[in-house]
């Protein structure tokens, strides 16, 4: 008896040790995201830094002290869990994305947009997938079958083009940000949609009928998680506009949004779709209806707390990947070759800057022939930003590797080694050498005078980021305050193509003014009551 009590305290002990190591793991964890927001917001000023490469730096740096601490036996505080990416911190970054885009801007370009998203993703795939064959095959790195070597391609063509944007003038530059933007979310959301599509087929023997079949289902996952997102964002309109929830709490209006937005990708989860495509797209229809017909303490509520999220969880993963880099277990695989790693890394850099550049400067091509106006063309100095731009790999190529290449942050074979250590070089050189290029490439290629934006024309109530942001550039007036008498009618079918962004946009405003607001509520379609959604205040508070 006396033995047995010995054995459950003894058990008892142990797992109080454990949990308190956890807690000491998640204290050093928090004190460095408040490290990293710290530093970021200091060398902010410059520009020459962002918080990617800051966390990416302080992971590094933290990684050596816990590898000396540790003697050599790891460089983390927490385990990488897919779980932990896909499911809780992907989603607040995709959603805030779609809930902050400028409208306009995204659907006015929306074709040029999917054509660098959707069909250039496939044309890089396909380009870094046939390079890796004929390049590895003279490289001794393991045994890697079609399944493989295609889902390295869906991996290395996933972009991240945060640095970019954040030296990019939306105001100054508005077609070249939305493009980068919008293409950089589409692309992301394609890359998770073709590799969960490649995981799902058995890639050994193609086949026309097996070919047809990957596309048919790729087209089936995008359409349907689109889809998905559009009735879930539609529904939480619908359900706030009738309740007035605001009346009661301006909480639960804001749980709610926020609820429906997480149960639009746990659905998508759920039925095996792309849970980005469904949050990113929930995110866009939450913005243009639901965000109307909420309070104004609530709009200012979701605006702040969407980012927030977005921006921790964006730090916490680049923190994440610093401190992996130094991992001792995934290095001792190639620690006897090290000439095979590096000669990979600097493989799939050359694939992917050569099958970024296979698209980017046909696809503007082809998008400029449609375009009448030669402001609304893409130039070459454009076109080699929007290259440079998606040259950074970051999150979610680190995500897609881990969840091929490993099982619980884990792996046991020299191929798979070799593959996350290649994909974690990757990701550093891009994030840090790219991205500390960035800033001096696009003040060479497109240097603009500072100018000060009137604050008087710089709130438009079409968007959550509109507070300090105006939604249009200069000369780019919404089409919602046109009259029809102002928008040509096309006289025949060479007008129609030469002008579509204007005519569809037009006709698509006729259909939600006259169907969609009525139902779904928006600016201008809710019944003035004190307190209720339609109560405003004055532009200068937020000013």
């Given at each position: 008896?006396?033995?047995?009590?010995?054995?459950?305290?003894?058990?008892?002990?142990?797992?109080?040790?454990?949990?308190?190591?956890?807690?000491?793991?998640?204290?050093?964890?928090?004190?460095?995201?408040?490290?990293c927001?710290?530093?970021?917001?200091?060398?902010?000023?410059?520009?020459?830094?962002?918080?990617?490469?800051?966390?990416?730096?302080?992971?590094?740096?933290?990684?050596v002290?816990?590898?000396?601490?540790?003697?050599?036996?790891?460089?983390?505080?927490?385990?990488?869990?897919?779980?932990?990416?896909?499911?809780y911190?992907?989603?607040?970054?995709?959603?805030?994305?779609?809930?902050?885009?400028?409208?306009?801007?995204?659907?006015?370009?929306?074709?040029?947009?999917?054509?660098?998203?959707?069909?250039?993703?496939?044309?890089?795939?396909?380009?870094?997938?046939?390079?890796?064959?004929?390049?590895?095959?003279?490289?001794?790195?393991?045994?890697?079958?079609?399944?493989?070597?295609?889902?390295?391609?869906?991996?290395?063509?996933?972009?991240?083009?945060?640095?970019?944007?954040?030296?990019?003038n939306?105001?100054?530059?508005?077609?070249?940000?939305?493009?980068?933007?919008?293409?950089?979310?589409?692309?992301?959301?394609?890359?998770?949609?073709?590799?969960?599509?490649?995981?799902?087929?058995?890639?050994?023997?193609?086949?026309?009928?097996?070919?047809?079949?990957?596309?048919?289902?790729?087209?089936?996952?995008?359409?349907?998680?689109?889809?998905l997102?559009?009735?879930?964002?539609?529904?939480?309109?619908?359900?706030?506009?009738?309740?007035?929830?605001?009346?009661?709490?301006?909480?639960?209006?804001?749980?709610?949004?926020?609820?429906?937005?997480?149960?639009?990708?746990?659905?998508?989860?759920?039925?095996?779709?792309?849970?980005i495509?469904?949050?990113?797209?929930?995110?866009?229809?939450?913005?243009?209806?639901?965000?109307?017909?909420?309070?104004?303490?609530?709009?200012?509520?979701?605006?702040?707390?969407?980012?927030?999220?977005?921006?921790?969880?964006?730090?916490?993963?680049?923190?994440?990947?610093g401190?992996?880099?130094?991992?001792?277990?995934?290095?001792?695989?190639?620690s006897?070759?090290?000439?095979?790693?590096?000669?990979?890394?600097?493989?799939?850099?050359a694939?992917?800057?050569?099958?970024?550049?296979?698209?980017?400067?046909?696809?503007?091509?082809?998008?400029?022939?449609?375009?009448?106006?030669?402001?609304?063309?893409?130039?070459?100095?454009?076109?080699?930003?929007?290259?440079?731009?998606?040259?950074?790999?970051?999150?979610?190529?680190?995500?897609?590797?881990?969840?091929?290449?490993?099982?619980l942050?884990?792996?046991?074979?020299?191929?798979?080694?070799?593959?996350?250590?290649?994909?974690?070089t990757?990701?550093l050189?891009?994030?840090?050498?790219?991205?500390?290029?960035?800033?001096?490439?696009?003040?060479?290629?497109?240097?603009?005078?500072?100018?000060?934006?009137?604050?008087?024309?710089?709130?438009?109530?079409?968007?959550?980021?509109?507070?300090?942001?105006?939604?249009?550039?200069?000369?780019?007036?919404?089409?919602?305050?046109?009259?029809?008498?102002?928008?040509?009618?096309?006289?025949?079918?060479?007008?129609l193509?030469?002008?579509?962004?204007?005519?569809?946009?037009?006709?698509?405003?006729?259909?939600?003014?006259?169907?969609?607001?009525?139902?779904?509520?928006?600016?201008?379609?809710?019944?003035?009551?004190?307190?209720s959604?339609?109560?405003?205040?004055?532009?200068?508070?937020?000013?």
């Amino acid at each position: 008896m006396d033995t047995h009590i010995v054995s459950v305290l003894s058990k008892m002990q142990k797992l109080n040790t454990s949990d308190h190591a956890s807690v000491v793991s998640m204290n050093l964890f928090v004190a460095l995201l408040c490290a990293c927001i710290v530093i970021g917001h200091l060398l902010e000023e410059n520009r020459w830094m962002n918080e990617s490469i800051t966390a990416l730096l302080i992971g590094l740096c933290t990684g050596v002290v816990i590898l000396l601490v540790s003697g050599g036996r790891s460089s983390h505080l927490l385990v990488f869990s897919e779980d932990l990416f896909f499911i809780y911190l992907l989603p607040p970054i995709i959603f805030n994305a779609g809930f902050q885009v400028k409208k306009k801007q995204f659907f006015r370009n929306f074709i040029t947009i999917m054509l660098f998203g959707a069909i250039g993703t496939l044309i890089s795939c396909s380009i870094i997938s046939i390079g890796a064959i004929k390049a590895f095959e003279k490289i001794d790195i393991g045994p890697l079958d079609i399944g493989d070597y295609l889902a390295i391609g869906a991996i290395f063509a996933a972009t991240d083009s945060v640095c970019t944007l954040q030296v990019l003038n939306q105001d100054e530059t508005p077609l070249l940000y939305s493009l980068v933007f919008g293409e950089g979310v589409v692309n992301d959301a394609t890359s998770v949609v073709l590799f969960n599509a490649l995981q799902s087929f058995d890639l050994t023997n193609i086949n026309p009928r097996i070919a047809w079949q990957f596309i048919c289902s790729f087209l089936y996952l995008f359409i349907t998680s689109t889809m998905l997102g559009v009735i879930t964002g539609l529904l939480s309109a619908y359900i706030i506009k009738k309740l007035y929830f605001g009346r009661h709490s301006t909480d639960r209006e804001f749980a709610l949004m926020m609820l429906m937005a997480y149960l639009s990708y746990m659905l998508a989860e759920l039925f095996y779709l792309s849970g980005i495509l469904t949050v990113f797209f929930c995110g866009i229809v939450m913005s243009h209806y639901t965000w109307h017909n909420v309070t104004e303490s609530s709009r200012v509520t979701t605006k702040h707390a969407f980012a927030t999220m977005s921006f921790v969880a964006e730090i916490f993963i680049f923190l994440y990947v610093g401190m992996d880099a130094l991992d001792i277990e995934k290095w001792r695989f190639v620690s006897d070759s090290p000439g095979t790693s590096v000669a990979v890394s600097s493989i799939l850099l050359a694939l992917l800057m050569v099958g970024r550049a296979a698209f980017v400067f046909p696809l503007s091509f082809l998008s400029n022939l449609s375009k009448k106006s030669p402001t609304e063309k893409i130039g070459f100095k454009q076109q080699v930003v929007i290259w440079w731009a998606g040259l950074m790999r970051g999150a979610v190529s680190m995500a897609l590797a881990y969840n091929k290449f490993t099982s619980l942050g884990h792996t046991h074979l020299r191929g798979n080694a070799i593959m996350i250590t290649s994909t974690i070089t990757v990701v550093l050189f891009s994030t840090m050498v790219f991205g500390l290029m960035t800033k001096p490439l696009i003040r060479f290629l497109l240097p603009h005078p500072k100018q000060h934006i009137s604050s008087a024309a710089s709130s438009d109530a079409n968007t959550p980021k509109s507070f300090t942001l105006p939604l249009l550039g200069d000369n780019q007036d919404s089409l919602d305050d046109l009259g029809s008498s102002e928008i040509p009618r096309p006289s025949s079918i060479r007008a129609l193509l030469t002008t579509p962004t204007h005519t569809v946009h037009h006709y698509w405003r006729k259909f939600d003014d006259a169907f969609m607001r009525p139902v779904f509520g928006g600016r201008g379609f809710v019944p003035f009551v004190p307190g209720s959604p339609t109560e405003r205040s004055t532009h200068n508070q937020w000013q």
